[in-house]
């Protein structure tokens, strides 16, 4: 059995999502992530330089989540997961460097 391509893929809770999130995001997603092993990210770091309110940070993070799941993800095939989550992510940048 061949082992299935990653797909990574996220939105900044820096807003309210609109329209062009749906289009340009939710919906590619929902249409192909059965086909790969699957994570989607709150890309929570990236939005600590315009936002900088924690309360709507927070809400903003479930309001992303919750699009994921309205939009059709099923969380039993996709990893859903906060930025800020993984330690390791902040490191990354310093191993790119060196490659």
């Given at each position: 059995?061949?082992?299935?391509?990653?797909?990574?893929?996220?939105?900044?809770?820096?807003?309210?999502?609109?329209?062009?999130?749906?289009?340009?995001?939710?919906?590619?997603?929902?249409?192909?992530?059965?086909?790969?092993?699957?994570?989607?990210?709150?890309?929570?770091?990236?939005?600590?330089?315009?936002?900088?309110?924690?309360?709507?940070?927070?809400?903003?993070?479930?309001?992303?989540?919750?699009?994921?799941?309205?939009?059709?993800?099923?969380?039993?095939k996709a990893v859903i997961f906060k930025q800020?989550?993984?330690?390791?992510?902040?490191?990354?940048?310093?191993?790119?460097?060196?490659?």
């Open positions: 059995m061949a082992q299935k391509k990653r797909l990574l893929t996220g939105l900044q809770p820096s807003g309210q999502l609109h329209i062009g999130n749906y289009f340009g995001a939710l919906k590619p997603f929902v249409d192909s992530y059965e086909e790969f092993e699957s994570f989607l990210m709150v890309a929570d770091y990236h939005t600590l330089t315009t936002l900088k309110d924690p309360e709507v940070l927070r809400q903003n993070t479930l309001d992303i989540v919750r699009a994921y799941l309205a939009a059709g993800v099923d969380p039993k800020s989550d993984i330690a390791e992510h902040t490191s990354l940048p310093g191993y790119l460097k060196r490659s």
